[in-house]
C-alpha cells in the first residue's frame, strides 16, 4: 500500500476555464439524437407497462384499491414537496435546452497545486 501523502495527482487541466463550455450535439448526426429519443421513449414505457402491472398485482391481492392512485390527496406539505421536486426535475432537464456555453466553473489555487 502507498502512502497517500507521497502520491500526487495528476492533470491535464492546470488553470481556469476560460474556454466556452462544451458543445455536445455540435458534430452528431441527427439519427442519434434521434435514436437517442426513440431509446428513452421505450425505457419510459418499460416503466409505465412495471407500474401498471405492479398496480394490478397489488389491488388483485387486495393491498391496493381500484382507485387508491386516482383518489389519493396529499396533504399541504406533501403537495408542497411534489410540486419543489416536479419544477427541480423540470429546470435539471429543460434547462439544458438553453444553458449558456460561458463557463461556469474553474480550477482555484488549490485546485491547482493538487494536481501538481
Do not use: C
Not at 418499460?46 to 390527496?73: M, P, W, Y
Amino acid at each position: 500500500m502507498t502512502n497517500a501523502s507521497a502520491t500526487k495527482l495528476k492533470s491535464v487541466l492546470t488553470g481556469p476555464i476560460s474556454g466556452k463550455e462544451h458543445q455536445f450535439l455540435h458534430d452528431m448526426p441527427m439519427d442519434n439524437l434521434v435514436g437517442a429519443f426513440v431509446a428513452l421513449a421505450a425505457e419510459t414505457y418499460v416503466l409505465r407497462d412495471r407500474l401498471q402491472t405492479l398496480e394490478t398485482v397489488l389491488q388483485n391481492s387486495g393491498a391496493l384499491a381500484a382507485d387508491a392512485i386516482e383518489d389519493h390527496k396529499d396533504d399541504a406539505v406533501a403537495s408542497a414537496a411534489r410540486a419543489d421536486d416536479a419544477k427541480n426535475f423540470a429546470h435539471r432537464v429543460l434547462g439544458e435546452l438553453h444553458r449558456s456555453d460561458d463557463p461556469v466553473s474553474h480550477v482555484g489555487r488549490k485546485g491547482r497545486d493538487l494536481a501538481q
